[in-house]
């Protein structure tokens, strides 16, 4: 019986090191700082059968976005402009806006959700992400989905 592939977005820091590990060793690689798999698992510090075990299944989500449909989930206070300051992000990013929703607010709070399409000039959608997060009454920012 063939098993199904899932997929989970998961934040950086709930991440066990050496996953984060592996994705380091593929950089390095794939950058050609390191001449050999046994040099890149030797400098950051994991074995080459942890490698190997993970390298396929741990990637940057911003290297596998490109060409793909996101969709967001946010709370946001209800504030005049909070709402343009979280597209303007979006739009600095260089993502193109496919869709908005967003809910009456209830007690002061929002919820929105956008579906973005990532473009090849699109830059780091964990970087988007986070910058979203940062502005002023924005409550979180989650990832939901990809197509």
Request: aromatic share 6%.
């Amino acid at each position: 019986m063939e098993e199904s592939t899932t997929y989970f977005v998961v934040k950086k820091r709930a991440l066990p090191e050496v996953l984060l590990k592996v994705v380091e060793v593929n950089r390095l690689l794939e950058a050609q700082k390191v001449s050999s798999v046994q040099e890149a698992v030797e400098r950051v510090g994991i074995s080459r059968s942890s490698y190997y075990k993970y390298k396929e299944d741990i990637f940057p989500f911003h290297d596998s976005a490109q060409g793909t449909t996101i969709t967001l989930a946010c709370r946001m206070d209800d504030e005049p402009g909070l709402l343009s300051d979280v597209l303007k992000v979006v739009a600095e990013f260089g993502a193109n806006i496919l869709t908005i929703h967003q809910t009456i607010p209830i007690n002061g709070i929002a919820s929105l959700s956008l579906s973005i399409q990532i473009l090849d000039t699109t830059s780091d959608v964990s970087a988007m992400v986070t910058e979203m997060e940062k502005r002023s009454g924005v409550h979180n920012v989650k990832v939901l989905g990809r197509e």
